[in-house]
């Protein structure tokens, strides 16, 4: 087993191909071939072998194969392929055998943990099968498809998936990483409504795995599977049948940020499962993409998604127009499909670094931490929102996939996020530390790994895990990838 990312990946400089010698006896007897005529004659067979793009950095393909929706992060892959299909996976993850490389994956890029430097990057963007069984109340999805046409779809048919709060996130990452979205409180993570993975393991083989074939993987794939035990190729899900829902946001001005923090907690404290919310304290950057009446100013809001019947939506939300007219009210029945008004989260790539905390409560002192760390001081922000969702309900359930236990603990799930400035470049992640600091007092040990990024996820996740969770897991990536093929999601 090698420990670090990318030990045991053979890099692919210019003078040409290492074969992987910490991992592959070469027997001396075996005449090795010249290093860069071996790199070619893989690379050929790979091209013959997958009918998806192939593409190396001498290539005007290479760019875009490679992008991430976080721009904070650069891979530099030594080949990106982009899979059609399972059976393109397969021969991929066999060449990155033959060849000694890391494999990274990626859907999106809204969650990259390593850049998959020198290694062969799975772009999955073009496996965005969609099948809804409106009778059955199930999806089918491809590797690469993100929520947007899965919402869509669903409709349709008075159905929803538990899709996070940005429809253009990757379904499959999202689940692995549990998958906390509007409806969590009444149905739980998206990792919840998993019936089966199609994975393919660093041996190059498919395996359909579900509760009753392959329990172990298929436990550990739903919160400890991110980009770290095999390329999950389709997932099969259940659909909750929800349709409409009472949704949006309350804007509030930052004067009145500390009270209305403190009702957030009272009044979360008894509702129903059915409201899932969020408090959050957001600068509006000063973009001109952004409202005028909002552009560069900061509020306090309230929001979140009630999935009952929509009149006691409506009154659930009367306990906040009757306690002070909000400066913007877009709270209101919408199609759940119609979800991403509520975070409205932005769509076009943009860089950004965030962090998040488990907290048991709110309480004065980390409201003021939360709003001292994220209102502007006398300039420019440093972040542009700090978010603080509710969690208990179907999130506290804790008989499921890796990670989930601990989540009974989270009564509130803290989520901030800025932009670096590329002329100080360390200057958000210290903001970031002092504030994870400030909030230590508070925190349960608990770690979300999907609102982590890069090395806090990969630093982190072991947080996320109870001791013998950590066990079980340990024991599931030893048996599926001895060599730590997978080597750029979670570190397992
Ligand atoms: C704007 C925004 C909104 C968000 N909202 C929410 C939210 O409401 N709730 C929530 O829980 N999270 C949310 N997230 C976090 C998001 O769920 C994670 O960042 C998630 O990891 C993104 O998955 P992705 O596939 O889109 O990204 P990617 O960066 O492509 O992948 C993320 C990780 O999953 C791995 N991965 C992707 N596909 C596969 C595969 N087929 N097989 C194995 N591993 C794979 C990758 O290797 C990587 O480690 C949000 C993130 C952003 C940026």
């Keep these: 087993m090698v420990d670090e990312c990318g030990a045991n990946a053979a890099s692919i400089p210019a003078e040409g191909f290492r074969w992987?010698?910490?991992?592959?006896?070469?027997?001396?007897?075996?005449?090795?071939?010249?290093?860069?005529?071996?790199?070619?004659a893989e690379l050929t067979r790979l091209r013959t072998e997958v009918a998806g793009p192939v593409s190396t950095s001498a290539e005007d393909t290479y760019d875009g194969a490679r992008a991430s929706w976080n721009r904070a992060f650069d891979l530099r892959p030594a080949v990106v392929v982009e899979p059609l299909d399972a059976e393109d996976v397969v021969a991929a993850v066999r060449f990155a055998g033959r060849t000694g490389l890391g494999v990274g994956i990626q859907a999106t890029g809204h969650g990259v943990a390593a850049a998959a430097d020198d290694a062969l990057l799975l772009a999955t963007?073009?496996?965005?099968?969609?099948?809804?069984?409106?009778?059955?109340?199930?999806?089918?999805?491809?590797?690469?498809?993100?929520?947007?046409?899965?919402?869509?779809e669903a409709q349709l048919h008075g159905l929803a998936p538990l899709a996070g709060s940005a429809p253009h996130v990757g379904a499959v990452g999202y689940t692995l990483g549990g998958g906390m979205g509007w409806l969590a409180r009444r149905h739980g993570l998206s990792a919840d409504?998993?019936?089966a993975l199609e994975v393919v393991t660093a041996d190059g083989e498919i395996r359909r795995v579900t509760a009753d074939d392959d329990p172990e993987l298929f436990w550990a794939l739903r919160g400890g599977g991110a980009g770290s035990l095999g390329v999950v190729t389709a997932m099969e899900i259940e659909?909750?049948?929800v349709s409409d829902v009472y949704a949006g946001n309350l804007l509030y001005p930052t004067e009145l940020a500390d009270e209305v923090f403190g009702r957030y907690e009272t009044w979360v404290a008894d509702v129903p499962d059915e409201l899932t919310s969020a408090v959050v304290v957001m600068n509006f950057p000063p973009f001109e993409e952004v409202p005028e009446p909002i552009r560069g100013r900061s509020f306090v809001i309230v929001r979140g998604c009630w999935c009952g019947p929509?009149?006691?939506?409506?009154?659930?939300?009367?306990?906040?127009?009757?306690?002070?007219?909000?400066?913007?009210?877009?709270?209101?029945?919408?199609?759940?499909?119609?979800?991403?008004?509520?975070?409205?989260d932005p769509v076009d790539p943009v860089p950004a670094q965030v962090c998040t905390d488990s907290l048991s409560a709110l309480g004065p002192e980390v409201a003021r931490t939360i709003l001292g760390h994220t209102l502007p001081a006398g300039g420019p922000p440093e972040l542009i929102f700090s978010e603080v969702r509710h969690g208990g309900g179907a999130l506290a359930r804790a008989d499921r996939g890796a990670g989930h236990a601990a989540l009974g603990d989270v009564t509130f799930l803290t989520h901030s996020v800025g932009i670096p400035d590329p002329a100080a470049p360390d200057r958000l992640g210290t903001h970031l530390r002092k504030l994870r600091d400030a909030l230590a007092p508070h925190r349960t040990r608990h770690a979300y790994l999907n609102f982590l990024?890069?090395?806090?996820?990969?630093?982190?996740?072991?947080?996320?895990?109870?001791?013998p969770e950590w066990e079980r897991l340990r024991a599931v990536k030893t048996a599926v990838d001895p060599e730590n093929r997978f080597c750029f999601g979670l570190v397992l």
């Design 20 to 40: 992987n010698i910490k991992t592959r006896e070469v027997p001396m007897s075996v005449a090795v071939p010249a290093p860069r005529t071996a790199w070619n």
């Design 125 to 152: 963007r073009r496996m965005d099968d969609v099948q809804v069984d409106p009778v059955a109340r199930t999806a089918r999805l491809g590797a690469g498809v993100s929520w947007g046409p899965v919402l869509a």
């Design 193 to 195: 409504k998993v019936h």
């Design 239 to 241: 659909l909750v049948p």
């Design 310 to 344: 929509s009149e006691e939506g409506g009154a659930l939300i009367d306990y906040w127009r009757s306690w002070r007219e909000p400066l913007l009210d877009a709270f209101g029945p919408m199609p759940f499909a119609e979800m991403a008004a509520i975070s409205q």
């Design 453 to 467: 990024d890069g090395e806090d996820r990969r630093a982190r996740t072991r947080e996320a895990f109870t001791a």
